[in-house]
């Protein structure tokens, strides 16, 4: 009997540990991404919770990036179409630059060189890439306005644009976006 007298208070003291997980925001289709806060390649601060609660943002694609990436042209040509194509739907693109600050003109001249437009976040430390498990390039997501993941996708192969495209296309078209279905695309 005196065992239970502690054991009690143990499993309580456990149980509410647990609490906090147990009443995290979750949606059907969807989990609740992480929220960061960092710079732009021009030295304007980002917040992703204030971007997402702007009235006129529906979809926000986070795609991750670095020079080396030899696929990553292609990439940031689609999604700079993207971008020019339906961000009167509510559409915003930001790359994130995965490269340290030393590379900081040569990823400038690289877009540039590129003719890319999209705005870039700084992750010269890896963060948001560890928080975010980038396991590849090119990698992006897509996240509604409530800040739930939707769409992710690994690579860049005809049949991944193609698929990304059109369930960007759905979502961005779907007035209730908690009916749409987590997706994930790989090649």
Not at 26 to 48: C, H, I, M, N, R
Not at 146 to 155: A, D, K
Request: charge should be positive; include cysteine.
């Amino acid at each position: 009997m005196r065992y239970f007298k502690i054991l009690i208070p143990i499993l309580i003291v456990i149980s509410i540990s647990f609490l906090p997980a147990a009443l995290a925001p979750t949606k059907a289709g969807g989990q609740k991404v992480l929220d960061f806060k960092t710079s732009t390649l021009d030295g304007e601060s980002f917040d992703l919770t204030d971007w997402l609660q702007r009235p006129d943002h529906k979809v926000l694609v986070l795609t991750f990036f670095a020079t080396w990436c030899e696929l990553w042209e292609r990439d940031l040509k689609f999604l700079q179409r993207l971008q020019d194509q339906y961000a009167d739907q509510g559409l915003r693109v930001f790359c994130i630059f995965t490269g340290s600050l030393s590379k900081v003109k040569a990823a400038k001249k690289y877009l540039e060189g590129l003719k890319i437009e999209l705005p870039v976040l700084m992750d010269n430390k890896r963060v948001i890439t560890k928080r975010y498990k980038v396991a590849g390039f090119p990698c992006g997501y897509a996240i509604d306005k409530e800040g739930f993941l939707r769409i992710r996708y690994l690579g860049c192969s005809e049949d991944v644009r193609i698929k990304f495209e059109r369930n960007l296309k759905d979502l961005l078209t779907i007035s209730g976006l908690g009916e749409m279905h987590a997706r994930r695309l790989n090649p």
